[in-house]
């Protein structure tokens, strides 16, 4: 079956970013000169996924303005002759299809998960959460949707991390999955618990913000409580999904940048920098110069 919606939360408050947050969404925060919630639809449409549905929250109106089309900028531009910029402009709008839903409540990510329920309907689909960025040869989603249409069922997207950090993810028990096309990337979940102590972690894989959801996820949604950090959590109904089916977890290929910390923010930025044809050359000779 295809995957042809693409689930983004972005309702949540972006409180580790304040006060640069404090009225402007956390996902319009830019990576050298795309907002970091550009970087996760431009995957999406990569990906071949046709569809975006946005969860979204008060004071996001900035990222549906983003993607619209902005008429009077276009105007100004081809009057000028930018035609570069021009083309630049237009194509943020016209990455994917897009559609809004508001998460009226913060509950969690689970919780914004669910308000998409009725947009997605009987269908599996993906979920990407914007903070993290991945550079990859192939799409992280891709590559996702490949192990998906091999095994029919839940994949969520893992890494391993160090020990100490896991207390920052969800964290998987799995087994490896003997499959000459991904060779020691595929684990079939066995266990998964959200933002686990060092020492109460079942591992130091962790997972990292894309997944792609079978529908009966929306019925163990609306069936789990509050848990870590008195939220709903996606972990939470994956791990009483696990009861009915399996769950796959897959080691992508690709740098994933943490954009939702403020050091991995600035890593992403320096690194996605030092790639771009225009600005690499000079950016590390400046790098260079600096006496560190
Ligand atoms: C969310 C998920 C967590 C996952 C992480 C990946 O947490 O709840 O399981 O490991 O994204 O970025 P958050 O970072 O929103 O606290």
């Known amino acids: 079956?295809?995957?042809?919606?693409?689930?983004?939360?972005?309702?949540?408050?972006?409180?580790?970013?304040l006060p640069a947050t404090k009225a402007q969404p956390k996902e319009m925060l830019p990576i050298v000169d795309k907002p970091l919630v550009q970087y996760a639809?431009?995957?999406?449409?990569?990906?071949?996924?046709?569809?975006?549905?946005?969860v979204t929250g008060r004071g996001k109106d900035a990222i549906e303005d983003h993607f619209d089309v902005s008429f009077e900028l276009e105007q100004m531009l081809a009057g000028r002759g930018k035609e570069e910029m021009l083309r630049q402009?237009?194509?943020?709008?016209?990455?994917?299809?897009?559609?809004?839903?508001?998460?009226?409540?913060?509950?969690?990510l689970g919780h914004a998960i669910l308000v998409a329920r009725?947009?997605?309907?009987?269908?599996?689909?993906?979920?990407?959460?914007?903070?993290?960025?991945?550079?990859?040869?192939?799409?992280?989603?891709?590559?996702?949707?490949?192990?998906?249409?091999?095994?029919?069922?839940?994949?969520?997207?893992?890494?391993?991390v160090e020990r100490r950090a896991v207390s920052s993810y969800g964290v998987i028990k799995g087994h490896a999955v003997v499959d000459h096309n991904w060779k020691g990337r595929l684990f079939r979940i066995t266990d998964m618990v959200e933002k686990p102590q060092p020492r109460?972690?079942?591992?130091?894989?962790?997972?990292?913000?894309?997944?792609?959801?079978?529908?009966?996820?929306?019925?163990e949604l609306s069936a789990t409580g509050r848990g870590a950090g008195s939220e709903i959590q996606l972990t939470d109904a994956l791990h009483r999904l696990l009861e009915k089916e399996p769950i796959y977890g897959y080691v992508f290929e690709g740098q994933r940048y943490d954009a939702g910390d403020k050091l991995g923010f600035l890593q992403a930025t320096v690194e996605i920098a030092l790639k771009r044809p225009e600005l690499g050359k000079p950016f590390r000779k400046y790098l260079k110069s600096l006496k560190l």
């Open 200 to 219: 109460q972690a079942p591992s130091n894989l962790a997972i990292i913000g894309r997944y792609i959801l079978t529908p009966a996820i929306f019925k």
């Open 89 to 108: 402009v237009q194509s943020v709008s016209g990455l994917v299809q897009m559609t809004y839903v508001r998460q009226k409540n913060p509950l969690g």
């Open 41 to 54: 639809v431009e995957e999406v449409a990569a990906s071949g996924v046709p569809l975006a549905i946005f």
């Open 118 to 160: 009725d947009l997605v309907g009987e269908e599996p689909f993906a979920v990407l959460l914007s903070d993290d960025i991945i550079d990859s040869e192939t799409p992280c989603l891709r590559q996702m949707i490949d192990v998906f249409t091999r095994y029919g069922r839940s994949v969520v997207a893992i890494q391993r």
């Open 1 to 17: 079956m295809e995957i042809r919606k693409a689930v983004l939360p972005v309702a949540g408050l972006g409180t580790r970013f």
